[in-house]
């Protein structure tokens, strides 16, 4: 058989395969793009459902979708550990490489009087703990322990007295107030308002969620952390006291050098999860620099993360200030501004917030720090 019979042998065969698979193919191909433009016409029709149902459940799904994200995340690295492990040898044989010591090396180990203590991590709590009650425990103790009030456990875990015993469980909240259950009809306002705090604490607390974070609207039935609450019972019975930002002054200024940016009430003081100082007053007061220095940066008609309109100035040797909520703004980027008498801007409600208020922050080195040791 010549070279030419045998390739028409073995050609006919591919040639028929060719004929029947051509069509087949550019039928399938007709049929996915068919597919591809059914689903985009569906998509489109009904994204805007998707969207504004994600956009108005993100506050109640957030903790959820974090959780899933970071199980996620922890199982990617499982998985790809090993073959990391393999690659990457974490000892090397070779003879000037440094070892761990073996058991047979002489060490020592100091152990302090306090070994068998109880160490509570000072990081910030997102829930309620349960704590059982050790000996030695008191209240006071306790409540020290974890940096929250007395009143606080006693109104938690419905105590009358100070007695507690040995083997006890506490509810154990991660600030100072109190866990509330949401009813119908309730707002971050009324809650305030019958535990005798503000609501500004209650939206500031990174913990709490909201069906809509950006009107502060609540689900029924689930649970709230109330900062600085007070039992109703017990309101008559504990008064609060009231703190006057007694400023802005041009002539008289802290051994810092720093001055209140506006005058009004304290309405909260920084702690753990809020390192800044608010300070209520009509909205339009106006708003002078607490130190002299030059506008780094500034943000208006945004929300910013929350701040809304707000103003950062370089007070310089590595300290900043910050003036959140603003109404307007009275300077410009790289203006120099007097510390006690440049107006810099006005109160404000832009941005996470309840009330009109200014919130100030003092930065080191751009790192939140506790304002009121600069004030006073």
Do not use: C
Not at 57 to 77: D, E, Q, S
Request: net charge positive.
């Amino acid at each position: 058989m010549n070279k030419r019979k045998l390739f028409g042998v073995f050609s006919n065969p591919f040639k028929k395969y060719l004929s029947t698979t051509g069509p087949f193919l550019r039928i399938f191909l007709s049929y996915l793009k068919s597919k591809v433009i059914g689903f985009s016409i569906i998509f489109e029709t009904n994204k805007n459902i998707l969207v504004k149902f994600l956009t108005m459940k993100r506050g109640r799904y957030n903790r959820p979708f974090l959780h899933f994200a970071t199980l996620l995340v922890l199982t990617i690295g499982v998985i790809v550990a090993p073959f990391l492990a393999s690659t990457y040898p974490v000892f090397s044989e070779n003879p000037n490489t440094s070892k761990i010591a073996s058991p047979e090396t002489n060490q020592s180990i100091i152990v302090g009087e306090n070994v068998f203590e109880t160490s509570i991590s000072q990081k910030p709590r997102d829930k309620v703990i349960t704590y059982t009650v050790a000996k030695g425990d008191t209240i006071s103790t306790i409540a020290q322990k974890f940096g929250i009030s007395t009143n606080t456990i006693k109104w938690q875990n419905n105590l009358t007295s100070d007695s507690i015993t040995v083997g006890d469980t506490l509810e154990i909240l991660p600030v100072t107030g109190m866990a509330y259950k949401v009813n119908r009809g309730d707002t971050v306002y009324t809650i305030a308002k019958k535990l005798d705090t503000i609501p500004q604490k209650i939206v500031d607390f990174p913990f709490n969620d909201f069906a809509n974070p950006e009107t502060f609207s609540l689900v029924e039935g689930q649970i709230l952390i109330v900062p600085d609450a007070v039992k109703p019972a017990e309101q008559p019975f504990i008064k609060r006291q009231v703190y006057i930002a007694q400023g802005p002054s041009s002539t008289s200024f802290s051994a810092s050098g720093f001055t209140w940016p506006v005058r009004g009430l304290v309405s909260q003081f920084a702690s753990w999860y809020h390192m800044a100082v608010d300070i209520t007053s009509p909205i339009g007061t106006p708003i002078v620099a607490a130190k002299s220095g030059i506008v780094r940066s500034m943000s208006s008609g945004s929300w910013d993360g929350g701040y809304g309109t707000n103003i950062t100035i370089d007070n310089g040797g590595g300290y900043s200030t910050l003036y959140a909520h603003l109404s307007g703004i009275n300077v410009g980027a790289g203006q120099n501004v007097v510390g006690g008498s440049t107006v810099i801007g006005w109160v404000g409600m832009t941005g996470r917030t309840t009330g009109p208020h200014v919130h100030f922050e003092v930065r080191q080195n751009g790192a939140p720090i506790n304002p009121l040791s600069f004030l006073q």
